[in-house]
């Protein structure tokens, strides 16, 4: 098959001719006709996730047709379209029994954990726990762009925020993570702060549903204008970039009793911010993270997007080839793109 292949992290991305995938017992291997382009491959790519071994597919936001099952694979036949959660359960470990496969202790995740979907073939473990059935309505592009932005989103707005109409949110950074939330927040009735750099984005966010924006780097306070904006600070905030300063913004900005959601990866010299503890006491503020969502979770989401409640179309910026994602994948960290790209040509 074809995949974009790297060697070295921090190196170069080629298109390489290597063996397909066969799939486990408990797996599938599945034709990829659609995978979306995330920060998170530029971590991989960049070294931070200790669990890639060289060399390297990355891609972990897919759409795609079942080519080959596992013999022990029993709800999933060849044919199936499917998409599936980043991070996949295995089913039978503590997390998984109780429900919360996003947490799996034994978790596997495409594009980290082994190959994952810039690629023509992509093999998926434990099928039966983890593979989500597309409806008609949804096409492929707009499918690859939930497998980890949106429903890491979804989950912070509706299951950890429990986001109710009236509430304000206030959402930092605005990429793909940052217009999932704000999309799915408004759809709920919340009204949105949206925060960035970028005016380009915050041109986009208002498309969203946000109700006011503030640039971060013009404001002489964010956490202060913030709080005037919501009359006394946001019930709910989200750092969806995942910086120093982003978090303790988020945390900082919050009203006595608001909730903060950690969904922007931290790494490196992010990995241990500063948290104003001294608020999170005196307000009994709630510091939550949101790591993807399992598969069992997916009918409300798709639901939402089939009555038109929710368009993650909308995010999609553009179409581009997997040799055209060999080189945007490294620019991630310039903010340069203003929606999500979706690779649909292999």
Known sequence: MIAAVFET?????????????APEDHGVVVKVTATGLCRSDWHGWMGHDPDIILPHVPGHELAGTIEAVGKEVRHFKTGDRITVPFVCGCGSCEQCISG?????????????????SFAQYVALDYA???????????DDSTAATLGCRFITSFRAIVDQGKVKEGQYVAVHGCGGVGLSAIMI?????????AIDINDGALKLVREMGAAVVVNASKSPDVVAEVKALTHGGAHVSLDALGSQTTCYNSIANLRKRGKHIQVGLMTGNHQHPRIPMDLVIASELELLGSHGMQAHKYPDMLEMIRNGKLHPDKLIEKTISLEEATHALPQMDHFAHKGVMVVTSF
């Open 9 to 21: 992290f921090q190196g170069p991305i080629t298109i390489q001719t290597v063996p397909d995938p």
């Open 100 to 116: 919360n496969h996003q947490v799996c202790d034994y978790q596997s995740q495409p594009g980290f954990t082994h190959w994952g």
């Open 128 to 138: 039966d726990t983890n593979l989500v059935v597309l409806p008609e309505e949804i």
């Open 185 to 193: 927040a408004k759809s709920l009735g919340a009204r949105v702060v």
